[in-house]
């Protein structure tokens, strides 16, 4: 009967409010006018009355199964849908079958596959030659990042379109619907109603399920608060999987939230880490990397802090310790960035694998025994601490080898001193080179 329903377009009066208001043409669909909307790549296949197999990534609640049975519909194809958490090779198989038969007959049919990702590396490459020859029109929907979890082979064959996350004006379109339909606007103050769409996390389906408890729990006689409404209903756990790609994202939105020198962002994305279950030890060694990585010798004291940082997670635990992660986070944003030891290192690396035969002048090789003094080892070194200025512009390089500048200070912190320095003492040592 539900089959009955929705291949009609209508739903059962106590079908969830969510698939309620699914919608019932492309028009309808929130959120997602740069794919939809005039001029957009999925609206011009439609109008072309073609449609080419696609995956659609994005975050739950975005539309990507209302889409593929939309497109089936404005397109004239037969839709069918199978899912990777519950199929199987036979599965598969019959879904091919079905679709060549009423190719046979000169009907399309539109295979949408929902959790594509799921499919192991065999299964997906298993699509292809049902997609080469045209017996179905696949439409993969995943949150997952394709270039990560889908075979090469397959994405050559597909277009990918990102889905985005449904902001506010979109979340906000889809509770004024759930109040048309339900004859009532939600009892929330407007700032409660903000914080219910925030409580969404951009995920349609899930707003939705929030409003149809709302309007279960109240009368419509009281207005709730912020307060109340976090009495009522409980807070989502944020999307966050700290083995996939939006782990990746949030690390590397910290990183260069530092890079850039703005610490309230810094704060946001470490809290956002934090409070979707990151491994605080796992921040902790990141931060000391920033350190060492975009501080550098700028801000010496930015590697003790983090790692101060670090001890201190240690012995306090969460959640005091967050407070020392957050704090080395502030130090770094704020502190003069340099890359000059990270770009010196590297350049250093480089030529040691040039030249990783070439021994130390004789002045600076270790002499432990008397032939080795006889031979010449260590003679003519001088104590740079005793030499006048302390500094003896002495030979440090190997034989055959001509001085190279891997290290170059900028003007930036404790670096523009040590820039004064060096520049001196190159001076000084070209000096007594020519003495």
Request: charged residues 25%; proline residues 5%; negative net charge.
């Amino acid at each position: 009967m539900t089959d009955l329903f929705e291949a009609s377009g209508i739903h059962p009066p106590d079908a969830p409010l969510a698939d309620r208001l699914r919608p019932r043409t492309l028009e309808d669909v929130v959120g997602q006018d740069h794919l939809l909307g005039a001029g957009g790549p999925i609206r011009r296949m439609v109008e072309g009355g073609r449609l080419a197999s696609m995956i659609l990534w994005g975050p739950p609640g975005t539309g990507k199964t209302t889409i593929a049975r939309l497109l089936a519909k404005a397109a004239g194809y037969e839709y069918q849908q199978i899912s990777a958490v519950f199929s199987g090779v036979a599965d598969l198989k019959k879904a091919f079958e079905q679709a060549r038969v009423r190719r046979a007959a000169g009907q399309s049919t539109l295979l949408f596959v929902d959790e594509i990702h799921r499919f192991n590396r065999a299964q997906q490459d298993g699509f292809l030659p049902f997609v080469e020859e045209g017996v179905v029109t696949l439409v993969g929907a995943t949150t997952e990042n394709p270039s990560f979890e889908l075979n090469g082979a397959l994405l050559s064959r597909c277009q990918v379109f990102v889905l985005r996350r449904l902001d506010e004006a979109a979340l906000d379109q889809l509770l004024i619907r759930a109040e048309a339909d339900a004859d009532r606007t939600l009892p929330l103050e407007p700032a409660a109603r903000e914080a219910l769409i925030a409580m969404a996390d951009g995920d349609g389906r899930y707003l939705l399920t929030l409003a149809e408890a709302l309007f279960n729990l109240t009368d419509g006689d009281e207005v709730l608060s912020v307060a109340d409404l976090g009495q009522v209903l409980q807070k989502r756990a944020p999307a966050y999987d700290k083995n996939r790609e939006e782990h990746y994202n949030l690390i590397s939105a910290l990183h260069k939230s530092v890079r850039g020198s703005d610490p309230d962002a810094a704060l946001y994305w470490l809290a956002r880490m934090l409070d979707g279950g990151e491994d605080p030890l796992f921040l902790a060694r990141r931060i000391v990397r920033m350190a060492v990585e975009d501080i550098g010798a700028a801000d010496p004291m930015s590697l003790v802090i983090c790692n101060a940082a670090k001890d201190t997670y240690d012995f306090l635990g969460s959640p005091e310790g967050e407070l020392a992660l957050a704090q080395a986070v502030v130090h770094l944003a704020c502190a003069p960035k340099s890359v000059s030891v990270y770009k010196g290192y590297k350049a250093a690396v480089n030529a040691a694998r040039e030249t990783g035969s070439l021994m130390p002048p004789e002045n600076i090789r270790n002499a432990p025994t008397k032939l080795m003094k006889e031979l010449g080892y260590g003679r003519g070194y001088q104590y740079d601490p005793e030499a006048e200025g302390g500094f003896s512009g002495a030979n440090y390089w190997p034989e055959g080898m001509e001085r190279r500048v891997f290290y170059q200070p900028t003007d930036q912190g404790h670096e523009a001193r040590v820039k004064e320095r060096l520049e001196r003492w190159a001076e000084l040592r070209h000096e007594r080179a020519s003495e």
